[in-house]
């Protein structure tokens, strides 16, 4: 009963929350649509039927959240891993991808520090993730982005306008409309866009793992900070 409470709370809060972004007083998202949503805590369970349950590697800690508890890394190898599962690949789909995120204040080396990922790096590339970028891009480095790999040599990549590592709670979110835009929210607000009609017939299917805080095998990419509410949509909540 607790968890079908906290899973229709997370639905509720995303319809409030893309009604108040589209201006409207209705927003909908059916919940047939989440592909997976993870609450992280007490463990990496998933909380939909799918049953797409990550294991907890490393030793992170659970600590208060921004609702309940939620899951602490420690930037060297903490990571939730729910396997290779093809019901969390969004092959031509549209998709929304969520998260509550408090980056730790520090400068995360690699090219990312993993919030989301499900991204297979080989050219072309195809998948999703959802990261803190790193030191190795001077330019962009501690902004939030969503790279996509649309059949791309390096992924298409989406980036924040400013830096998230500032230890403070923050709601982040990509829509994905497949015909329309890659748009990143940042706690409630648009923060960036980009047209990415021209791919809208890529699969972005492959047999990367689903992981959270880390990419598996490269802890150079795990993140420091603490992670809640992450949840997946083969869907994009459009106003009605």
Known sequence: M????????????????FAILCNSSNAKIDPAFCMGAWLLDEDGNDITANGYHCIINGKPKF???????????????????????????????NFLVVSWLKCAKYDPGDWEAQIIYKFDHTAPRHGYLLAVRGSLDAGNKNKPVFIFGLGDASGIHLFGTKAINDDNWHHLAVTVDRAG??????????????????????DENNSKEFTIGSEKGVPSRSIKGTIGEVALFKSILLPI
């Open 2 to 17: 607790r968890v079908f409470i906290i899973f229709s709370f997370m639905l509720l809060f995303l319809v409030l929350f």
């Open 63 to 93: 600590v208060d959240g921004k609702f309940g508890k939620a899951m602490d890394c420690d930037g060297t190898d903490d990571i939730a891993d729910a396997g290779d599962q093809d019901g969390l690949d969004v092959g031509p789909e």
């Open 181 to 202: 835009s890659m748009i990143m929210y940042r706690d409630g607000e648009i923060e960036a866009q980009m047209s990415i009609v021209a791919y809208a017939k890529q």
